[in-house]
């Protein structure tokens, strides 16, 4: 059975995933936090998103050969299975791409128990339902030396869990990458 994890997620220091705005251009990563990102994901079978991460990540579909960091990723991102949930997209023509009309927990539970990897499950209010029901065995976030003072929270209302850190470290861009795990039982 595989991990389930909530990762890939960046937030300004106040919690937020874009700003009041819904800009997120502050949240490109530095070239040391890219390649951090790139290593994190190398063991992700399968990444769970929303239509708006996806919109957003599908870029590296068709990735044009430059910068070395960059294309690491575009070769991770394209050996991975992708499932968008989303009932406003009427498909997909990606390879490796499934769309799916809605995640639910037990779907999300079928999809991390068919892989003996990680299923990476990214965007906040995709990821909302399996965070609430404590699904989620790890909570990756970077946190960003900005404030927003509003947009989209990194993580839902009405959740509750007790974690612990099991990794840490700092960016020359001033971010901040932040691992929990559910305790062991």
């Given at each position: 059975?595989?991990?389930?994890?909530?990762?890939m997620?960046?937030?300004?220091l106040?919690?937020?995933?874009?700003?009041?705005?819904?800009?997120?251009?502050?949240?490109?990563?530095?070239?040391?936090?890219?390649?951090?990102?790139?290593?994190r994901?190398?063991?992700?079978?399968?990444?769970?998103?929303?239509?708006?991460?996806y919109?957003m990540?599908?870029?590296?579909?068709?990735?044009?050969?430059?910068?070395?960091?960059?294309?690491?990723?575009?070769?991770?991102?394209?050996?991975?299975?992708k499932?968008?949930?989303?009932?406003?997209?009427?498909?997909?023509?990606?390879?490796?791409?499934t769309?799916?009309p809605?995640?639910?927990t037990?779907?999300?539970d079928?999809?991390?128990?068919?892989?003996?990897?990680?299923?990476?499950?990214?965007?906040?209010?995709?990821?909302?339902?399996?965070?609430r029901?404590?699904?989620?065995?790890?909570?990756?976030?970077?946190?960003?030396?900005?404030?927003?003072g509003?947009?989209?929270?990194?993580l839902?209302?009405?959740?509750?869990?007790?974690?612990?850190?099991?990794?840490s470290?700092?960016?020359?861009?001033?971010?901040?990458?932040?691992?929990?795990?559910?305790?062991?039982?």
């Amino acid at each position: 059975m595989g991990t389930l994890r909530f990762g890939m997620i960046s937030c300004s220091l106040d919690g937020y995933v874009n700003d009041q705005d819904g800009s997120i251009g502050w949240t490109a990563p530095s070239e040391d936090r890219h390649a951090f990102i790139n290593r994190r994901v190398r063991d992700t079978q399968v990444f769970v998103m929303g239509r708006r991460m996806y919109e957003m990540l599908r870029v590296w579909d068709d990735w044009p050969p430059g910068r070395a960091v960059e294309d690491e990723f575009a070769a991770l991102w394209a050996q991975a299975d992708k499932i968008v949930c989303s009932d406003t997209l009427g498909g997909i023509d990606a390879p490796r791409t499934t769309l799916e009309p809605r995640l639910t927990t037990q779907r999300l539970d079928r999809i991390v128990a068919g892989t003996d990897g990680v299923v990476e499950v990214s965007g906040p209010t995709t990821a909302a339902g399996a965070l609430r029901a404590g699904k989620v065995d790890e909570i990756d976030l970077f946190v960003l030396p900005r404030v927003t003072g509003g947009g989209q929270p990194a993580l839902p209302g009405e959740m509750q869990a007790t974690l612990e850190l099991a990794e840490s470290r700092t960016f020359s861009d001033g971010a901040v990458y932040l691992s929990y795990r559910r305790p062991a039982s």
